[in-house]
T-cell receptor, first 112, second 113 residues
Framework: QKEVEQDPGPLSVPEGAIVSLNCTYSNSAFQYFMWYRQYSRKGPELLMYTYSSGNKEDGRFTAQVDKSSKYISLFIRDSQPSDSATYLCAMSPDNYGQNFVFGPGTRLSVLP | DGGITQSPKYLFRKEGQNVTLSCEQNLNHDAMYWYRQDPGQGLRLIYYSQIVNDFQKGDIAEGYSVSREKKESFPLTVTSAQKNPTAFYLC????????????FGPGTRLTVT
């Protein structure tokens, strides 16, 4: 079993839809949770960062962490074609970059 | 305009040849990282460096080598010992080892035939 699981998609939604992207993990020691967006043939860019459980909102993006279920989510409201990308979750037991574990990514297409 | 540059964007090599991928950052970051990205898999850490003249192996260091002679530069050599070198290689940096934000370069797509 992989340490971090993510539905690879592709996930296709119409413009304006609410998108839900999810990751599950097995290591209960993970405390730091991140979501990255990666456009085709580009490097990932950090979207959201949360520590421990709870919600965090930034504009159209909301990150949720449920440590009891070992499940994290990223919600995108009012999705736009420019949101079409691969979304990677990442998590770590500490804040040291060398211990990050990345999910394989979910490819999202927002259709105009 | 600060950031991380990787060159070249695409690289083609014959099997048995060593190849060096460039990574330069002008963000004055202390820590730098090399990842490998394959379809259907998460990013996997190859090597990382927290300070100049020091680097550590990541999860999949076999067949790779690095150097960190300058703060802004962290080149990765893919040697002929790497059994499956065709992949997308990403370089990243962080201001400090414990800073949460990791900045990625645009990547180098290496194809070995």
């Amino acid at each position: 079993q992989k340490e971090v699981e993510q539905d690879p998609g592709p996930l296709s939604v119409p413009e304006g839809a609410i998108v839900s992207l999810n990751c599950t993990y097995s290591n209960s020691a993970f405390q730091y949770f991140m979501w990255y967006r990666q456009y085709s043939r580009k490097g990932p860019e950090l979207l959201m960062y949360t520590y421990s459980s709870g919600n965090k909102e930034d504009g159209r993006f909301t990150a949720q962490v449920d440590k009891s279920s070992k499940y994290i989510s990223l919600f995108i409201r009012d999705s736009q074609p420019s949101d079409s990308a691969t979304y990677l979750c990442a998590m770590s037991p500490d804040n040291y970059g060398q211990n990050f574990v990345f999910g394989p990514g979910t490819r999202l297409s927002v259709l105009p | 305009d600060g950031g991380i540059t990787q060159s070249p964007k695409y690289l083609f090599r014959k099997e048995g040849q060593n190849v060096t991928l460039s990574c330069e950052q002008n963000l004055n970051h202390d820590a730098m990282y090399w990842y490998r990205q394959d379809p259907g898999q998460g990013l996997r850490l190859i090597y990382y460096s927290q300070i100049v003249n020091d680097f550590q192996k990541g999860d999949i260091a076999e067949g790779y080598s690095v150097s960190r002679e300058k703060k802004e530069s962290f080149p990765l050599t893919v040697t002929s010992a790497q059994k499956n070198p065709t992949a997308f290689y990403l370089c990243a940096s962080r201001r400090q080892v414990s800073s949460y934000e990791q900045y990625f370069g645009p990547g180098t797509r290496l194809t070995v035939t």
